[in-house]
T-cell receptor
Framework: GAGVSQTPSNKVTEKGKYVELRCDPI?????LYWYRQSLGQGPEFLIY????????DSGLPNDRFFAVRPEGSVSTLKIQRTERGDSAVYLC?????????????FGPGTRLTVL | AQSVTQLGSHVSVSEGALVLLRCNYS??????LFWYVQYPNQGLQLLLK??????LVKGINGFEAEFKKSETSFHLTKPSAHMSDAAEYFC?????????????FGKGTHLIIQP
């Protein structure tokens, strides 16, 4: 079956611009996660949705980052006034439940480059 | 809060030799532990996970890991390395009960297989 998909696969933007990154989770998965992976590092948790609501946004680095999941399926990560330090691969994952023991299935990521 | 330490950013083994990738965790509550593999230009794929059942966990592609509470370790092993095992491996932890809902990852270990 179809896995988690993310678009675009690559995004190049200029400092100060606004970007949106999209995630399509596995059909029927209620839990959705966003992570950020900088070069040479492991993924870093950003935000977790259970259904439409952000159940845990403790990983968002600052108020320039925001995410939505209005219909409980597709999610969009939004970054305002991008900075060069935002350059990273942004990963999305979904799971069938929000349990911490559940397997998270990851998408291929969006590589964001801020010039 | 929880954390993960992966000893060795790069590990090189000969084809057919034993693979040992080290992972130590820190958690104030009983953990759930995961090993993920990342092939170039692909998403993270779950190899195996420990969720407080058997301490020796078998995963895909011949990998296994043993949870050792006294050593706070969850090392990944494979008896005989194959060229196709070359990839980046990440250990991750989540904590039962409180704390962030996302996974906390180590920095990863790049596994190199020598012919």
């Amino acid at each position: 079956g179809a896995g988690v998909s993310q678009t675009p696969s690559n995004k190049v933007t200029e400092k100060g611009k606004y970007v949106e990154l999209r995630c399509d989770p596995i059909s029927g998965h209620t839990a959705l996660y966003w992570y950020r992976q900088s070069l040479g590092q492991g993924p870093e948790f950003l935000i977790y949705f259970q259904g439409t609501g952000a159940a845990d946004d403790s990983g968002l680095p600052n108020d320039r980052f925001f995410a939505v999941r209005p219909e409980g399926s597709v999610s969009t990560l939004k970054i305002q006034r991008t900075e060069r330090g935002d350059s990273a691969v942004y990963l999305c994952a979904s799971s069938s439940q929000g349990s911490k023991r559940s397997t998270q299935y990851f998408g291929p990521g969006t590589r964001l480059t801020v010039l | 809060a929880q954390s993960v330490t992966q000893l060795g950013s790069h590990v090189s083994v000969s084809e057919g030799a034993l693979v040992l990738l080290r992972c130590n965790y820190s958690s104030s509550v009983p953990p759930y532990l995961f090993w993920y593999v990342q092939y170039p230009n692909q998403g993270l794929q779950l190899l195996l996970k420990y969720t407080s059942a058997a301490t020796l966990v078998k995963g895909i592609n011949g990998f296994e890991a043993e949870f050792k509470k006294s050593e706070t370790s969850f090392h990944l092993t494979k008896p005989s390395a194959h060229m196709s095992d070359a990839a980046e491996y990440f250990c991750a932890v989540s904590a039962k009960g409180g704390g962030a809902d996302g996974l906390t990852f180590g920095k990863g270990t790049h596994l190199i297989i020598q012919p």
